[in-house]
């Protein structure tokens, strides 16, 4: 994912080191972390899946087909042997289950879910345990119940699918870069050698996504980082290229289903 001058989907600043493990101790690893504004990790892979959610902050995993973003009350799942990279919008505490491959019910693909209320309990419940739990006793039974809730756990539609071919690739750099930038999408394929319809075309084809629907869910996951740190929502709406903030209310309650408000509430 290129630089940019916005809060979240930018190159951080602080290194954070990967654990070096030959083999996960026990079905489920917990690990806990207190983690300053912008620490990532490098691009990486182990053999175990890995749920990374914040209780506080926001996380943003990086894959080579997209980038996905856990605000509160989220987390994202990375499936064992996935390249990917992590890294922390603002300050963050964060707490990682590394779990067993092949673990049954378990997503095969990256993606953000959504965290209740009863799983939330149960990953700080996990995160308490000894790296060398009884799995036979009620650590064990506990760690079960977390992995069953886990595996119901909805998909959130908080990713970015970025496109393959290399002309649409700029494009999402420079709108990433400046999101609030209006050019029209005949503007656009101009700029990146393609017509219009080719380029609404093969977006959607790579992508999933219209083009228009990618630049709206852009500029909202851009946001998501700044509200975390308290910044004002029309400060926010405006640095997002919205006319107003209700405009920009309207559309983070169309496509995430929650005001900013609540989404960033306390639990």
Same mark, same amino acid.
């Given at each position: 994912?290129?630089?940019?001058?916005?809060?979240?989907?930018?190159?951080?600043?602080?290194?954070?080191?990967?654990?070096?493990?030959?083999?996960?101790?026990?079905?489920?690893?917990?690990?806990?972390? /207190?983690?300053?504004?912008?620490?990532?990790?490098?691009?990486?892979?182990?053999?175990?899946?890995?749920?990374?959610?914040?209780?506080?902050?926001?996380?943003?995993?990086?894959?080579?087909?997209?980038?996905?973003?856990?605000?509160?009350?989220?987390?994202?799942?990375?499936?064992?042997?996935?390249?990917?990279?992590?890294?922390?919008?603002?300050?963050?505490?964060?707490?990682?289950?590394?779990?067993?491959?092949?673990?049954?019910?378990?997503?095969?693909?990256?993606?953000?879910?959504?965290?209740?209320?009863?799983?939330?309990?149960?990953? $700080?419940?996990?995160?308490?345990?000894?790296?060398?739990?009884?799995?036979?006793?009620?650590?064990?039974?506990?760690?079960?119940?977390? $992995?069953?809730?886990?595996?119901?756990?909805?998909?959130?539609?908080?990713?970015?699918?970025?496109?393959?071919?290399?002309?649409?690739?700029?494009?999402?750099?420079?709108?990433?870069?400046?999101?609030?930038?209006?050019?029209?999408?005949?503007?656009?394929?101009? /700029?990146?050698?393609?017509?219009?319809?080719?380029?609404?075309? $093969?977006?959607?084809?790579?992508?999933?996504? /219209?083009?228009?629907?990618?630049?709206?869910?852009?500029?909202? $996951?851009?946001?998501?980082?700044?509200?975390? /740190?308290?910044?004002?929502?029309?400060?926010?709406?405006?640095?997002?290229?919205?006319?107003?903030?209700?405009? &920009?209310?309207?559309? &983070?309650?169309?496509? &995430?289903?929650?005001?900013?408000?609540?989404?960033?509430?306390?639990?």
């Amino acid at each position: 994912m290129p630089p940019n001058r916005q809060t979240a989907l930018r190159r951080p600043q602080a290194e954070r080191r990967v654990p070096r493990l030959a083999a996960l101790p026990r079905p489920v690893l917990a690990r806990v972390e /207190a983690l300053a504004p912008g620490a990532w990790s490098a691009p990486h892979t182990h053999p175990w899946g890995q749920l990374s959610y914040a209780i506080e902050g926001v996380l943003q995993v990086e894959t080579a087909d997209g980038c996905f973003l856990a605000p509160p009350e989220r987390a994202v799942w990375v499936p064992a042997a996935l390249a990917h990279s992590i890294h922390n919008i603002g300050p963050a505490q964060m707490r990682s289950l590394y779990v067993q491959a092949g673990t049954p019910g378990l997503p095969t693909q990256c993606q953000v879910l959504e965290i209740s209320p009863l799983l939330r309990e149960l990953v $700080l419940a996990v995160c308490g345990l000894p790296e060398h739990y009884d799995e036979d006793g009620p650590p064990g039974r506990l760690v079960a119940v977390t $992995l069953d809730q886990l595996a119901q756990a909805r998909p959130a539609a908080l990713d970015l699918p970025l496109p393959t071919d290399a002309r649409l690739r700029r494009l999402c750099s420079a709108l990433q870069a400046d999101p609030a930038d209006a050019r029209t999408w005949a503007q656009w394929g101009e /700029a990146v050698g393609l017509s219009e319809r080719s380029l609404v075309r $093969l977006f959607q084809a790579q992508t999933g996504l /219209a083009p228009g629907a990618w630049r709206r869910r852009l500029r909202l $996951l851009l946001a998501l980082g700044p509200l975390a /740190a308290g910044t004002k929502v029309a400060a926010v709406a405006a640095e997002c290229g919205y006319a107003s903030p209700s405009a &920009f209310i309207t559309a &983070f309650s169309a496509e &995430f289903g929650l005001t900013p408000t609540q989404m960033f509430a306390a639990p």
